[in-house]
């Protein structure tokens, strides 16, 4: 029963802040009161935190923790108030704050909460906290993002971090999460981060990490190439707690990534002109191999001299924020030869145009203005001379230097050309007094152009520049300088520099003008240039009478050089030329008929280059002409008594108009005359006008001369003189002939004409050679050795006679030669030599014969053909044969040379039976169809096939008195082509000499055929098939002593398909037994032969040579399967032996495949399960039966009762042969009855052996 109170007073009484504990690890602040307040009235805005120097913190809200109570009410003395995490992290960020019991007090407004009678809290200004807890939770990294264009690594933690704790060399970024997989790493080195402690921190990256990170390409270029690790200690929390360490191998990715959108800027520049180099400075990370140098501009001071480079080589091995350029050397000379810009660091400014590089993120450059150097180094290098060019043709001289030099300062006197690079023969210093000077503008590179004497001074040193080995320059420190007054680099005559490229003078000399004195043949030509003397070609030189091409011209033949200055030639003309001229009326008769002409063959200069050419069309008219006045001499003369003829030479040409031959004499002697003749006529004489004279004397005067036995008799002309009055002759120009005492001969030339050949006959038939000649012939001093027959003027075929041959004693112009048999038969063998008209020729040596004088014969027709010629028309005879049946060679001997054609046309045969004959089929002459020394023994070499035939024939060629051949008239011809008399059976031609076969036979080849056992043999000569030993007959594994060896027993069956071949059936045991032997007969490899000479014997009985181990030359492998061809059944012994026909693997055996039948129909069966293999492998097997298969044999009652209930049938794959053939070969299951009465098991029984038979080529039983 619910009461009233009778009194009840309500609740005034203010409720008061008893203790409060804060945790600053959960973030909890728990408060007491003195009694039970009202939860819905607090309002957490009005909770104030208070700590040391004035650090305070008003909540901006919270959470109340609701109290488990046993009580359902949300009232409660106690409450637990949540921080939220940005008030709690707003305190955490209060040093003076929270971080002890110290610092920590609480202050409470009336307002804050109110007790259940909505009495107001008591007011509390300051409270220390009871309980405090500090921090221990570690912060944790919640995501960071990266913004690469502000540089800015942004972190965010889930607590207020101390920005004096961040640790910036502990981070690292990475560009895959897995350090062990990424392939670009960066480890921060520094850097900078933001001022206020905070959850969020900022870390600006130094300028020097954030240019390495962007220098590689694979790093935070996205967001999937950013990762981010650190290591323990790189950030703490308010209250030095640790962030955990992110290790790299499980780095966190960024949430926030910014690329870079930054523009890289050109901030500054340095020009170094002793190194050449240009130093760039941009703002960021820049690609180093992107820098456009045509966008880079060179600038003075008042932008009046721009300079836009061209090229350079970037010195960066990696991509940085600066640019080392190597300039070009073409933008260096050129940089260096404006004379206002980049002279000093006052006028050396540089501009970019926009996109002069891009950075790593392909942001293009800003375009910059005119930016002055920040260092400059002026260029302190001293200019050196790179090389050297010399054009001759141009007459310039190029010096390449390896900087831009300053032409004004160049002095030519400090260049001297030698002719070596160290000690020389021959040298030259320029002279600018000349004219030798450079015209060239400020470069690397000038030329000096030579003046002519310059040029031409060269050019006379014949030692000096006149191939590019012999120019060499040096050069001294005053010849030029650089452009900032830097002095050459001397190049001293010792160490002189080599020319680079050479180019001879091209440009042709030219003739400008000629000199002719007739009076002293003095010729002096005028050049515009210094000519080299040593080519001059006076044959190249003509004269004119007039100046076109109309008149005749005369070339020169020679002359002689007195001396030559310059293009100045003094020559003077031989005798002969000078004759010439003087004997020609139209050309130098006076000075307005003397015109020249010259090829460019003519002369050439030092440089090898020809003259110009002056045509007759347009020639060179005289500059001076010199007359004759000299009176013309007789300086010698010869008599010639074999042609009869009388040589003067003159000391010029004389007018042979002017002759009279009777105004000469000749004597003996000059003090005693013992014998003279004045001559009378001449022989038809007619000449033009010459120095020399040939005059033939009449028959009458020369044959008056031989008269006189004292006069010209004397080789040596000492007893031959000549008188001449100046009537005789006089020159060109009527000057009579210089009288002189009586002048001795030089020579006497005697009569020695020699005899030759007219023509000649030849009889092949006779053997006849008749020769007839010019004079008559001494016909004992003919040598027919001497005298040679040729089928051609070129002597393509040739025989010489031999002195079997012999001349017919008489003297004569006719000479008869008789040709002995020998040289008859030696020139029918050359089948190109006299055998027509056409292709019979002589030739006679000098010591064939003489003629009556004793003169030998001089050969004047060269090689002569015959007027007539007779061919040979009689048969050839085989007079005898010989055969050697060791060689297998016929020689045949004939009646004269002879060429065997067709073998077939020979047959042999036996005395006793004519009608057992052999024909041969073919056969090969000897290399030549005849013998060079016996023609008319002919060699025959039977052919192997032939030569085993006739071996093979016991009847035919096995002693004198069974060879016997006969032979058609197709066998052959001579060498005229007529055929041979033919040899009948009837005339009993029998060999002559006859040899024996004792060659002895050689094993040449083996096969062998491992599958079906045949052994095929190739000999090298027929073999007895009747001598066959199978017991000499070995195979071994391979060629060694310790090979595997079966020595076989018998052949099963010997064949013989030809005479040099036999086949041979190996015997079922030897096959068997080879098969058993695993290593032997199994391949190529492992299948050699020996044999002994008792092996096999030829036809003749003569052994075969042993064969010590000889490899198969072709193997077939076993590739039958083996087939079970009987069976025998023992109860007692426990055992089925099984017989195959050919040798199996033991161990292959396999029970389970063998089911054992009372009959064929297999209607009672039973399969074996096991079973032991005793024997090894052999054609047969023995098999030991289980316990539980003879059991269950046993208790088979119709089985083995006789041998139509004694059956056995085996599966395919009962065994493998050796080759691992498997059984049964047909596919059908094989069933055997045995044929022998099976009795019961008893002990006195022994039943060794039972079983059947099946052929294995049938397919029944």
């Given amino acids: 029963t619910r009461k009233t109170p009778s009194n009840y007073t309500k609740d005034a009484t203010l409720p008061i802040l008893v203790d409060f504990n804060l945790d600053m690890n959960s973030g909890v602040v728990t408060i007491s009161f003195s009694e039970t307040i009202n939860s819905s009235t607090l309002d957490l805005s009005l909770l104030r935190l208070f700590g040391l120097n004035n650090a305070s913190l008003n909540l901006t809200t919270g959470f109340i923790v609701p109290i488990t109570t046993d009580i359902a009410s949300p009232h409660s003395s106690i409450i637990d108030v949540r921080l939220t995490s940005s008030d709690l992290n707003d305190l955490k960020k209060l040093t003076d704050l929270g971080t002890s019991r110290n610092n920590t007090f609480l202050g409470l407004d009336s307002l804050f909460v109110s007790d259940i009678d909505d009495n107001p809290l008591a007011t509390l200004l300051r409270k220390e906290v009871t309980k405090f807890k500090p921090d221990r939770t570690p912060p944790s990294l919640v995501s960071f993002d990266l913004n690469v264009t502000l540089g800015q690594l942004v972190l965010s933690f889930d607590e207020t971090i101390s920005v004096s704790s961040v640790n910036l060399t502990s981070f690292t970024i990475q560009n895959e999460a897995n350090v062990s997989l990424a392939s670009a790493v960066y480890r921060l080195s520094g850097g900078s981060v933001s001022k206020l402690d905070d959850p969020t921190i900022v870390i600006s990256l130094s300028l020097s990490d954030l240019n390495n990170i962007k220098r590689n390409p694979k790093l935070a270029f996205s967001i999937t190439s950013t990762y981010l690790s650190f290591e323990l200690g790189a950030v703490q929390d308010m209250a030095s707690n640790e962030v955990p360490a992110l290790s790299p191998e499980n780095s966190t990715r960024v949430d926030a990534f910014d690329p870079d959108a930054r523009l890289p800027q050109l901030l500054a520049f340095e020009m170094d002109l002793n190194s050449e180099i240009l130093t760039l400075f941009y703002s960021e990370t820049v690609n180093v191999n992107s820098l456009n140098v045509s966008r880079l501009q060179l600038a003075n001071e008042n932008g009046t001299t721009v300079y836009t480079l061209t090229g350079g080589k970037v010195l960066n091995n990696r991509n940085e924020s600066f640019i080392q350029l190597q300039l070009s050397l073409v933008d260096s000379n050129n940089v260096k030869a404006l004379t206002s810009l980049a002279t000093s660091g006052k006028n050396t400014f540089i501009k970019a145009e926009e996109g002069s590089v891009v950075d790593m993120n392909l942001n293009e450059a800003e375009a910059s203005e005119y930016l002055p150097a920040r260092q400059y180094y002026q260029d302190g290098v001293e200019p050196e001379l790179l090389g050297f060019d010399l054009d001759l043709n141009v007459q310039t001289l190029t010096l390449s230097?390896?900087?831009?030099?300053?032409?004004?300062?160049?002095?030519?006197?400090?260049?001297?050309?030698?002719?070596?690079?160290?000690?020389?023969?021959?040298?030259?210093?320029?002279?600018?007094?000349?004219?030798?000077?450079?015209?060239?503008?400020?470069?690397?590179?000038?030329?000096?152009?030579?003046?002519?004497?310059?040029?031409?001074?060269?050019?006379?040193?014949?030692?000096?520049?006149?191939?590019?080995?012999?120019?060499?320059?040096?050069?001294?420190?005053?010849?030029?300088?650089?452009?900032?007054?830097?002095?050459?680099?001397?190049?001293?005559?010792?160490?002189?520099?080599?020319?680079?490229?050479?180019?001879?003078?091209?440009?042709?000399?030219?003739?400008?003008?000629?000199?002719?004195?007739?009076?002293?043949?003095?010729l002096k030509l005028f050049f515009s240039e210094t000519i080299n003397t040593s080519t001059l070609?006076?044959?190249?030189?003509?004269?004119?009478?007039?100046?076109?091409?109309?008149?005749?011209?005369?070339?020169?033949?020679?002359?002689?050089i007195v001396s030559h200055s310059g293009g100045i030639v003094t020559s003077l003309l031989i005798d002969r030329d000078l004759n010439a001229l003087k004997a020609r009326t139209d050309i130098a008769a006076s000075p307005f008929d003397v015109f020249i002409s010259i090829t460019n063959n003519t002369v050439k200069d030092v440089d090898h280059n020809a003259v110009s050419e002056i045509t007759s069309f347009s020639p060179l008219p005289v500059n001076y002409y010199g007359m004759d006045a000299t009176l013309p001499v007789l300086e010698s003369f010869v008599f010639d008594l074999n042609k009869g003829n009388l040589l003067m030479n003159f000391s010029e040409t004389v007018d042979v108009s002017s002759l009279d031959i009777s105004q000469v004499s000749l004597y003996s002697n000059i003090s005693v005359v013992l014998s003279s003749y004045t001559l009378t006529n001449l022989s038809n004489f007619s000449s033009p006008d010459r120095p020399i004279l040939i005059l033939p004397l009449s028959n009458y005067d020369l044959n008056e001369i031989k008269k006189r036995v004292a006069l010209a008799t004397k080789s040596d002309g000492s007893d031959t003189f000549i008188s001449l009055k100046s009537a005789f002759i006089s020159d060109m120009f009527g000057n009579s002939i210089a009288q002189e005492k009586a002048k001795q001969a030089d020579g006497i030339i005697p009569d020695i004409t020699c005899p030759s050949l007219m023509s000649f006959t030849l009889d092949m038939n006779t053997g006849v050679l008749v020769l007839s000649f010019d004079e008559t012939i001494n016909s004992t001093s003919v040598d027919p050795s001497e005298i040679m027959l040729a089928s051609s003027p070129e002597r393509a075929e040739v025989y010489s006679l031999t002195q079997s041959s012999s001349a017919e004693r008489f003297d004569s112009p006719v000479i008869t030669v008789t040709l002995s048999s020998y040289d008859k038969d030696r020139i029918k063998i050359r089948r190109q030599l006299a055998t027509s008209l056409r292709n019979t020729w002589i030739h006679l040596s000098p010591s064939s014969l003489r003629d009556m004088a004793g003169n030998s014969y001089c050969n004047k027709t060269g090689v002569l053909l015959t007027i007539l010629y007779q061919p040979d028309k009689r048969s050839p005879e085989l007079q005898s044969f010989d055969l050697d049946m060791n060689s297998g060679i016929v020689t045949f001997t004939f009646s004269e040379a002879f060429e065997l054609q067709d073998p077939t046309s020979i047959t042999f045969f036996s005395e006793k039976d004519i009608n057992d004959t052999y024909t041969l089929t073919g056969g090969k002459v000897s290399v030549s169809p005849f013998n060079a020394t016996q023609p008319n023994v002919v060699r025959l070499y039977l052919s192997a096939e032939d030569l085993d035939e006739i071996k093979f024939n016991p009847n035919i060629a096995t002693s004198n008195f069974n060879t016997l051949i006969s032979v058609t008239n197709n066998l052959g011809v001579d060498l005229a082509l007529n055929l041979i008399v033919a040899i009948n059976v009837t005339d009993e031609f029998s060999v002559d000499r006859f040899y024996l076969d004792t060659t002895r036979p050689k094993l040449l080849t083996y096969n062998f055929d491992a599958d079906e056992g045949d052994l095929l043999l190739t000999f090298s000569e027929t073999v007895n098939i009747s001598t066959i030993s199978a017991k000499d007959f070995t195979f071994s594994s391979f060629n060694s002593s310790e090979a595997i060896k079966y020595q076989l027993k018998n052949f099963s069956a010997v064949f013989q398909p030809n005479p040099i071949s036999l086949r041979?059936?190996?015997?079922?045991?030897?096959?068997?037994?080879?098969?058993?032997?695993?290593?032997?007969?199994?391949?190529?490899?492992?299948?050699?032969?020996?044999?002994?000479?008792?092996?096999?014997?030829?036809?003749?009985?003569?052994?075969?040579?042993?064969?010590?181990?000889?490899?198969?030359?072709?193997?077939?492998?076993?590739?039958?399967?083996?087939?079970?061809?009987?069976?025998?059944?023992?109860?007692?012994?426990?055992?089925?032996?099984?017989?195959?026909?050919?040798?199996?693997?033991?161990?292959?055996?396999?029970?389970?495949?063998?089911?054992?039948?009372?009959?064929?129909?297999?209607?009672?069966?039973?399969?074996?399960?096991?079973?032991?293999?005793?024997?090894?492998?052999?054609?047969?097997?023995?098999?030991?039966?289980?316990?539980?298969?003879?059991?269950?044999?046993?208790?088979?009652?119709?089985?083995?009762?006789?041998?139509?209930?004694?059956?056995?049938r085996a599966r395919e794959g009962l065994v493998t042969d050796m080759e691992s053939n498997g059984a049964v070969r047909k596919s059908k299951p094989k069933t055997l009855r045995n044929r022998l009465l099976q009795r019961p098991d008893i002990s006195s029984v022994d039943i060794l052996r039972f079983g059947s038979e099946f052929r294995r080529h049938k397919d029944k039983l």
């Fill in 537 to 560: 070609d006076f044959s190249q030189i003509s004269f004119q009478g007039g100046n076109d091409s109309s008149y005749k011209i005369y070339s020169l033949t020679g002359g002689k």
């Fill in 1064 to 1208: 041979l059936k190996l015997s079922v045991n030897d096959f068997n037994e080879i098969k058993r032997l695993e290593s032997l007969g199994v391949n190529s490899s492992s299948t050699y032969l020996s044999l002994t000479k008792d092996a096999v014997a030829d036809m003749e009985n003569y052994p075969i040579d042993s064969v010590a181990t000889q490899k198969v030359s072709t193997f077939w492998p076993d590739i039958s399967r083996p087939m079970l061809v009987a069976f025998s059944w023992n109860l007692t012994a426990e055992t089925i032996a099984f017989k195959f026909d050919e040798t199996v693997r033991a161990d292959s055996l396999n029970p389970k495949l063998i089911t054992l039948q009372s009959n064929l129909l297999g209607n009672d069966s039973r399969d074996l399960t096991s079973g032991e293999v005793l024997s090894d492998d052999s054609t047969v097997i023995v098999l030991k039966l289980t316990a539980f298969d003879l059991t269950t044999i046993k208790l088979t009652y119709q089985f083995g009762l006789s041998a139509n209930t004694t059956c056995l």
């Fill in 401 to 522: 230097f390896t900087e831009t030099v300053n032409v004004r300062t160049l002095v030519v006197e400090q260049i001297l050309l030698q002719s070596s690079n160290e000690s020389f023969e021959s040298f030259y210093v320029l002279n600018s007094t000349s004219g030798t000077a450079s015209f060239s503008e400020n470069a690397s590179t000038i030329v000096i152009n030579l003046s002519r004497q310059d040029n031409d001074n060269i050019k006379h040193l014949e030692k000096l520049a006149t191939e590019k080995f012999n120019t060499f320059l040096s050069i001294t420190a005053q010849t030029i300088e650089d452009m900032n007054g830097n002095r050459l680099v001397e190049i001293r005559n010792t160490s002189g520099l080599g020319v680079g490229n050479y180019v001879k003078d091209l440009k042709p000399p030219q003739l400008d003008k000629f000199d002719i004195d007739l009076n002293s043949g003095e």
